[in-house]
């Protein structure tokens, strides 16, 4: 009698095709990683991201027994890094130092060819950096209720300096424009060194800077701080209160950065970075090394990060149409 279960040899092959490549998939994941990582940032040598990465991807090699080369690929306000990391291959050889910059730019430029929420694997958040809202110490003003005050009563009379149309620094600023509901006029410049430098001769007027860049013109008296932008206030300035504090309750902004990868990274890859990562930034010396920058470690899973990511690309949009800034 035939049995009425019959196997051709064409599908015997597929079978042994399909448990082929699962083994070879599963094996190749387990391996990770057999050579060099490359982690790309968007900006030059020498920058609070730059070092950043350099600091988490050290921990990174450290920990996977590989080295992690920082790569830098300045441009287009990060988009080339960004774009570039978007099409890379999603094995976890590729990995991106991403900033709050790449979550303004999204609605800052027009032509973008990648989407930050939809074509990134998140992998966690690494550190937030505070801003600090300072003023030449010529502005009449103590405070962040007096400086409204003093806005209101002169218009169209203060300016604020940026490290550049739509950068973080920028936005901040327009964000406390909108719920000041005052009229002031931005100055950008082409960097932080130069609006500071501006900021002290009083050819601006104020100006929200990342505290570690900031800091050290404020103790030696060259400018006066009123607030810092994150909803705690820092560890570097604990007397300095927070603008939700002097009267912006939703006011809460900081520089950050983090780790993403391709879209498709497999999710066991994503799980070992994250672990690595966690780990890393609570590591005293670790935690020592970024508090001279003037960051804060800031830990997530990667479903955390993705949904920190989304609310910052939403946010932000809001900030940017309604400043009119945008670029081609």
Known sequence: MRSKFTFSAKAIAASLL????????????????????????G??????????????????????????????????????ATEMVSRAKPDGYTLYMVAVTSAINQTLY????????????????GVKVPNVLVVNPKVPVKSVKELVEYAKANPGKLNFASSGSGTS?????ELFKQLADIDAAHIPYKGSSPAITDLIGGQVDYMFDNMP???????AGKLRALA??????????????????????TYDVSSWFGIIAPKG?????????????????????????????????????????GDF??????????????????VD
């Open 110 to 125: 027009k032509n973008l060819r990648f989407d930050l929420v939809e074509d990134f694997a998140p992998i966690s958040l």
């Open 18 to 41: 399909v448990a082929g490549s699962l083994g070879f998939a599963s094996s190749a994941s387990a391996a990770y990683p057999d050579h060099a990582v490359r982690l790309i940032v």
């Open 213 to 219: 860049s900031a800091w050290p013109h404020v103790e």
């Open 309 to 326: 990511i989304k609310a910052e690309v939403d946010g932000w949009a809001k900030v940017v149409k309604a400043s009119g800034a945008t």
């Open 43 to 80: 900006f030059s040598a020498g920058g609070t991201t730059d070092v950043i990465a350099r600091i988490l991807g050290k921990e990174i090699g450290d920990a996977l027994g590989q080295p992690v080369v920082v790569e830098n690929r300045p441009g287009a306000g990060s988009n080339i």
């Open 228 to 249: 810092v932008t994150t909803a705690d206030r820092s560890s570097t300035a604990p007397d300095l209160p927070t603008m939700q504090e002097s009267g912006f309750p």
């Open 169 to 173: 620094i920028h936005m901040a600023g």
């Open 265 to 305: 990274t497999p999710d066991d890859i994503v799980n070992k970075l994250n672990g690595i990562i966690q780990t890393a930034l609570a590591k005293p010396d670790v935690q020592a090394r970024l508090a001279d920058l003037g960051a804060v470690p800031a830990k997530t899973t990667p479903a955390e990060f």
